[in-house]
């Protein structure tokens, strides 16, 4: 018999551990220290086997940037069920809880980083955010068609980093939906972390910063990588590649996680001297409270549509729901007819305008009933900048 039930902070260490086996990874020194304050902050979910953990859920209350708005969002992690209790309805068990509880807490969505994308998908997860990675040759100088802003750059130290770099992350969040509100504590532990597992052997983050934006990097011989690099303008973003670039002894900028409408490839005067090294999905995404998620996000039209969503694992979404867009969005149930029908995972990957409604449509897995439904409701989703998500948890 499974039994749901809290993990205690006492063992959140232990939820390292168990990470380890479920993710084939060699648990070394130090990554208690590095990883278990995560869990510490996290609500723990535990599936227990007697006295077994048999699977474990962590679901950190924080806040995400939607069109428009800052939403209280269950950022989930450290999810893993034992090779041993695999298709006994562990995981579904741990996912119906964290929903709950998410709902008791007046948080209308999740998100998580999936390592198995076709799972979450059966859980209402839709995929709503991609990324890049980018590559630049540094052995010869980067020129660049924007002209960079003239302002000086100045080297901090870490210390001050989050007061320093916490305003011009507030304005990158207004500007480009997908990222996560940071606190001291996530700037200090999770953004700027002293060392970076993905990127052994290189040097703890330096951080340069300009009047209107920021880049954190890591060198090691003759390569930097970008952790993390926002700008209020193009000509503050050409200032800061263009540091990055010109290093002593660096050959290769490396970024490995960018938007995937990033200026660099257009903005560099060269093409081939920066390359798009590879695409891929970030952010998953669940709408635990539908109409409360769509009457929270801005919308670029006003429009009216009725929404038939099908969720299987929330039925309090299920049904059909009048959407109203523009300056007041309204979003209540109505018998009407509708005009769209889709699953409650599509409409998350479009919640955020990263994935076009016509292109689901075109799949075959959103069906429009009324005539240019599926342009209008693209239309209003429309964001100016495509949603990103440089947050790992």
């Known amino acids: 018999m499974i039994e749901i039930k809290d993990i205690p902070e006492a063992d959140a260490d232990r939820m390292v551990d168990f990470a380890g086996i479920v993710f084939h990874s060699r648990i070394e020194d130090g990554d208690h220290e590095r990883n278990s304050w995560v869990a510490r902050r996290a609500e723990r979910i535990g599936a227990y086997d007697g006295g077994t953990v048999a699977g474990q859920l962590a ?18 992690t450290f999810v893993g069920v034992l090779p041993t209790h695999r298709r006994r309805g562990v995981l579904t068990s741990m996912i119906e809880r964290m929903h ?19 799972i979450y998908g059966r859980y209402g997860f839709g995929l709503a955010t991609r990324a890049i990675g980018l590559e630049i040759d540094a052995a010869r100088p980067l020129e660049l068609r924007t002209t960079p802003d003239p302002a000086p750059l100045r080297l901090i130290d870490l210390a001050s980093a989050p007061e320093i770099l916490g305003p ?8 480009r939906p997908g990222g996560l509100v940071r606190d001291p504590e996530w700037w ?37 990588r970008v952790e993390d690099l926002v700008a209020d303008t193009p000509a503050v973003e050409a200032a800061l590649w263009r540091y990055l670039a010109s290093i002593d002894l660096i050959k290769v ?22 390359v798009v090294k590879n695409g891929y999905g970030a952010l998953w995404l669940r709408l635990i409270d539908v109409p409360a998620a769509l009457r929270a996000r801005s919308w670029a039209a006003e429009d009216a549509f009725v929404l038939d969503v099908q969720d299987d694992r929330l039925p309090a979404n299920a049904g ?10 309204a979003c209540d149930r109505t018998d009407a007819a509708p005009d769209l029908t889709l699953s409650a995972a599509d409409l998350a990957s479009v919640y ?6 016509s292109a689901l449509a ?25 949603p990103y998500t440089n947050d790992d948890f």
Request: aromatic residues 4%; contains cysteine; hydrophobic residues 50%.
């Open 100 to 118: 709950a509880d998410a709902v008791a807490a007046g948080r209308p969505v999740a998100a998580l980083w999936a390592s198995q994308g076709a």
């Open 59 to 76: 679901a950190l209350p924080m806040r995400l940037a939607v069109p428009g708005a800052l939403l209280d969002c269950s950022a989930v």
């Open 168 to 175: 011009i992350h507030s304005r990158a969040l207004a500007a």
């Open 320 to 329: 059909r729901w009048r959407l109203t867009t523009g300056a007041a969005p």
């Open 362 to 386: 075109r799949l075959g897995v959103v069906t429009e009933h009324t005539p240019s439904a599926v342009a209008q409701l693209d239309a209003a989703l429309a964001i100016p900048l495509a």
């Open 253 to 274: 900028v490396h970024a490995p996680s960018r938007p995937v409408d990033d200026l660099l490839p257009l903005m560099a005067a060269d093409p081939d001297q920066v």
């Open 352 to 357: 955020m305008g990263g994935t076009r409604v």
């Open 188 to 224: 200090t532990r999770g953004t700027l972390r002293a060392v970076e597992q993905e990127a052994p052997g290189f040097s703890e983050p330096r951080v340069v910063v300009h009047p209107g934006g920021y880049a954190a990097y890591r060198a090691h011989e003759h390569t930097v």
